[in-house]
């Protein structure tokens, strides 16, 4: 069972343009979110992260929108970058113990163009 | 800060070999991760650690993986009797252990058995 679901493999954007990756989550505890992004051979590199009394965190070009009731959060990238290009990971944790553990999604392949 | 060191980056070994990864976290950091992600997926939960006391263990970990780690400090985890399934990268995270955070990740060691 799919807790944390990305359903695009792959998106393609042309530089300069925004990026918007989509997360959707089945488990009503979670209550913090998080991007990784990650490089081939690398291990995934923290991105930007909410937490669940919030519906919007913005850190410089990234910014991370939570929509609670739809259970559904996204990643814009504005303008993206040709460094942008990796594969993007969506987290979630507070399911419940004590172990914060994160739940990932399968990822989103991001693509930017020059 | 040198970040999550893991060793080896990669390793080949035949079926039904034994192989042990070592992972030295962040050093203030009390708590320790370990996942496995293959292509296409994200990275799964296997088990963590709170200072030196493995708290979770994933349904995944089968009776052929062990993890330790002595002193809370580095954390190994062993793979006895390799099967072909088990060829994944293996990622090793921690983070600082208060409320929710991020975790912080190492390279990854990529195990193949042939």
């Known amino acids: 069972d799919q807790q944390v679901k990305q359903n695009s493999p792959s998106l393609s954007v042309q530089e300069g343009r925004i990026s918007i990756l989509n997360c959707d989550y089945t488990?009503?505890?979670?209550?913090?979110f998080l991007w990784y992004k990650k490089y081939p051979a690398e291990g995934p590199t923290f991105l930007i992260s909410?937490?669940?009394?919030?519906d919007k965190n913005e850190d410089g070009r990234f910014t991370v929108f939570l929509n609670k009731s739809a259970k559904h959060l996204s990643l814009h990238i504005v303008p993206s970058q040709p460094g942008d290009s990796a594969v993007y990971f969506c987290?979630?944790?507070?399911?419940?113990?004590?172990?914060?553990?994160?739940?990932f999604g399968t990822g989103t392949l991001l693509a930017v163009q020059p | 800060d040198t970040g999550v060191s893991q060793d080896p980056r990669h390793k080949i070994t035949k079926r039904g070999q034994n192989v042990t990864f070592r992972c030295d976290p962040i050093?203030?950091?009390?708590?320790l991760y370990w996942y496995r992600q293959t292509l296409g997926q994200g990275p799964e939960f296997l088990t963590y650690?709170?200072?030196?006391?493995?708290?979770?263990k994933s349904r995944l970990l089968s009776d052929r993986f062990s993890a330790e780690r002595p002193k809370g400090s580095f954390s190994t985890l062993e793979i006895q009797r390799t099967e072909q399934g088990d060829s994944a990268m293996y990622l090793c995270?921690?983070?600082?252990?208060?409320?929710?955070?991020?975790?912080?990740f190492g390279s990854g060691t990529q195990l193949s058995v042939l």
């Open positions: 050093s203030e950091h009390n708590r």
């Open positions: 488990n009503s505890m979670f209550d913090y």
């Open positions: 987290a979630a944790s507070g399911e419940g113990g004590a172990t914060n553990k994160l739940i």
């Open positions: 995270a921690s983070s600082v252990g208060q409320g929710d955070e991020k975790l912080f």
């Open positions: 650690f709170q200072n030196e006391a493995q708290l979770e």
């Open positions: 909410i937490s669940s009394i919030k």
